[in-house]
C-alpha cells in the first residue's frame, strides 16, 4: 500500500473519531421548528400516551392544537358550532382516541375526536363551573374536573356525562394531578399549596403546605411518577421540589439564573435527573416591552437538589408556556404566540455534562470504526505508523 493511501486511510479514521463526537455535542435544538400554530396564549398542554401527538389549549385564542411529534405538523381541531371557549385543563383518554377539555367559558368538557379532528360533543351539568385543568382515571371511565373559583373536583361519569361526586377543597386550583395507579389526585393552589385527595372515597386526606411560595404561582411539574412535585414562583423565582408521599420540602432554589426572570414553565426530564425551567423572554428591556421578541432561556437543575446546572438558549422560542417531553430524548417548546421548536435532552446531557451514556455510547461508536480501519492498515505488511 502506499504511503499517500495509508495516510490518507488514518486521517480518515481519526476524522470519523472527531465528527462523530462533536456531531452529538454540537446543539441543543434539532429536528423541527414549527411556527405555524393559528394559537396563541396555549397555557395548557397534554402529550398522548404513545407520546405521537401534543395537544395545546389556547385559553385567549379559543383554539385546541395539536401536534404531530415525529414532523412537527399542526392541525387545528375543527369546531363548527365554536363550542370551545377559553379552553384551559386538557388530557387524552388512555389509548390516545379522545381529548378532553376543561373548557372554562361555557362550564363544560369539550370532547374532540383525534382521528377526525373535529369536537364531538361537551359534557354540561350543572355541578361543572370555570373548569380549570382536568385528568383522566387510568381506565378511562372517570375525568376529574377542578372549578377554579367553586374549590371543588368534579367527578365526571365518561359514559353517561353525570357529575357524580363534587369533592370541596380548601383553595382555588391551579393545577391538578392524578397518581399513576389512579387512587388520588394532588390539587395545587395561587401559593404551591398541595392538598391530597383519596379517589376512592372522594375525601381530602391531607394538606401540605411545606414549599408555599411568597409571589403568585409560575409553574408546576411533576416527575413521571407523580411523587414529587416542583412549583416556581414568577414573582421571586424561587423553586422549590416537595414530596407528594409526605408533604416534605426536599429541596428549594432562590438563585434568579435566568436572565428574563420569571419562571413560567416547568418541565422534568424523562430520566427524573434534570428539572427544566424557563423564562418568559419578551422582549423586556428594563421596564419597558418591546417588539423584539427574545430566545428563551432554559435553566436546567439537578432534579434532586436543584442545583443550577447550566443555561441552555432556544433559537425560536419567545415567552415559552409549555415544555413536553414524549419519549426519552424529544421535547417541544412552545410559546405564547404559537412558535414552536423541539428540543433533544440527550443533547443537552451531552453538553451539559449531566449524567448520561449518549455521548460515551457515540464516542465508543467511533473509536470502534476508527480502529477497524487502523487494523486493517496493520494487517497489510507494509503498514507503518506514520
Partial sequence: MKTGTRRRLTLLAVSILATLIASRASALTVGTVTTDFESYANYYSAVSPDGSLIAYSANDSDIVTILNTATGGVKTVTDLDEEISMPAGITFSPDGDTIYVANAGHSDIVIIDVVLNEVLRTISDAAISDPIDIVISPDGQTLYSSDFYGSNIDVVNVGTGAVEASIP??????????????????????????EEIDLMNFTVTDSFNGATISGDLGASCTNTDVTILYVTDYTDDDIHAMSLLDGSVLATNTEAVLPERHNQTCAVSPDGKSLFTIDESFGETGAEYTDVLLPANVAEYDAGTLDYK??????????ALQMNFYNECYGYVVGWYGNAERVDYCVILAETGFQGSTTLEVAGVAILLAGTVLVLLRRHKNYRVL
Fill in 169 to 194: 377543597t380548601s383553595f382555588s386550583i391551579r393545577r391538578l394531578y392524578i397518581s399513576p395507579d389512579g387512587t388520588h389526585a394532588f390539587a395545587v393552589g395561587d401559593t404551591g399549596a398541595v
Fill in 310 to 319: 447550566s443555561t441552555l438558549n432556544l433559537s425560536n422560542v419567545a415567552y
